[in-house]
Structures are given as structure tokens and as C-alpha cells.
């Protein structure tokens, strides 16, 4: 038996829950706002959830029509319907350098409460102003996992990194002047941070961090 249904124009992985613990996530760009209600719906059925990324207001509108309930959220672009399977142990800690950098901060905490963390949001605590950070870094030491999300030269999360014992998940931004280059700046820079134990995702990928921190704290729960 297959683990997906073909629709044409999509073919649903309606078996990824059970493979991975979650359901498919439909990424919004490029798709009309036809499809995306359809293929919610047929999560939805499926699943009783469904997340989207990257959507329109539009596509939202459409998908409230049919579930009233569903949640949609302009900052981080999101909509999200249902709850999590179960709640996960510990906290996710989200961090960003800078308040342009929130809407993929929100992208990857919308992202990880849907998977079902716990979210600690702590905003503009970037290095410009450390004070700021390491007025919070007590509260940040009691998370189970921290996701820094910033642009220019991303060093805030090489500082979080040597100030936690906890997985650290990077997530440049595209935010910065011109020799940020949309953001490859800040990548290479995490990518080289001297701080151990960071990851880094694609540059904007608040879900990709998101779907990651929910992941750890999912083995986590396996495991006891």
C-alpha cells in the first residue's frame, strides 16, 4: 500500500505522521489558493491538523471558510489548524537579534507550538546592546533547546553558544545593508561560529528551526 494519494496535481504523503511523528507541511509560494485548500482539507481529514508556511492572506481566507478555526498569523505567514498528537518536554527558547528579525522568529515558534513545544519568546536581545542578552541569560539556560535568529553579522548566536549546554539552531535572516548579501553574510558567520553545538538552517528558515527543536524534544520523549 502506498503511502501517499495521488491528486493530480499532488501526491499527498499521508503516511509521513506515522513515519516521523508529524504530518506534511504544505509550503504556500507557488502553489494556488485552490490547491493549498485542498490539500489542507485532505490533511485535515487525514490528520485532524494541518500547517502551512509561507501563506497568503488570501489563501487564509480561503481555508478559514472551511475551518472557521483555523489560525492565521500575518507576521509569520502561518496557518494552523489543530492541536499536537501530545505536548513535548521542556521549552524551546526563541531568541532574535533585532525586532526585523521576528517574523521568522514567529515562523519557527508557530512552527514548533504546532509540533507541540513549549515557546519562550525573547526578542531584540542582540549584541549591539548585550546587556540585554545576559539580563536573560538565566532564563535562557532553563530552555531545553535555543533557536537565535538573526541578520547583519549573526554574532548573537557564537554568544549563546558559549553561554548554554543546550543545542543552540541557528537561523540567519536577510536582514542587514548590502555586504550582508541578503543574508549569506549571516550564514557564513554561523557557519563558522568557534562556538560547539550550533546548527545552522537556510537563511529565513524559521520552519526549518522550528520542525528541528520539535524534533529533539520529540526523541527526548521517546526516550523516557
Avoid at 501517499?4 to 504523503?13: A, C, I
Avoid at 509560494?29 to 485552490?34: A, E, H, Y
Wanted: glycine residues 12%.
Amino acid at each position: 500500500m502506498n503511502g501517499f494519494e495521488d491528486h493530480g496535481f499532488v501526491k499527498l504523503d499521508i503516511g509521513r505522521e506515522e513515519r516521523t511523528g508529524h504530518p506534511e507541511v504544505v509550503f504556500g509560494p507557488g502553489k494556488t489558493v485552490d490547491q493549498v485548500e485542498a490539500i489542507f482539507s485532505r490533511l485535515v481529514e487525514v490528520h485532524g491538523r494541518a500547517l502551512v508556511t509561507r501563506a497568503t492572506a488570501e489563501m487564509a481566507d480561503r481555508v478559514r471558510m472551511r475551518y472557521p478555526e483555523a489560525l492565521y498569523d500575518e507576521q509569520s505567514r502561518l496557518i494552523r489548524f489543530g492541536q499536537p498528537s501530545r505536548m513535548l518536554p521542556g521549552i524551546v527558547a526563541v531568541l532574535t537579534g533585532g525586532t526585523s528579525d521576528i517574523p521568522v522568529a514567529e515562523e519557527a515558534a508557530g512552527t514548533a507550538e504546532w509540533m507541540g513545544c513549549e515557546i519562550d519568546r525573547i526578542y531584540d536581545v542582540g549584541v549591539a546592546g548585550i546587556d540585554r542578552l545576559l539580563m536573560n541569560k538565566e532564563r535562557i539556560r532553563e530552555a531545553s533547546v535555543v533557536i537565535g535568529v538573526a541578520g547583519m553579522e549573526g554574532a548573537l548566536v557564537s554568544v549563546v553558544g558559549g553561554l548554554v549546554r543546550r543545542p543552540v539552531i541557528a537561523v540567519p535572516t536577510s536582514v542587514g545593508y548590502g555586504a550582508n548579501l541578503q543574508g549569506i553574510t549571516t550564514l557564513l558567520a554561523m557557519m563558522t561560529s568557534c562556538a560547539a553545538g550550533i546548527t545552522v538552517v537556510n537563511i529565513d528558515n524559521g520552519f526549518g528551526a522550528g520542525y528541528q527543536a520539535a524534533m529533539i524534544l520529540q526523541l527526548v520523549a521517546e526516550a523516557n
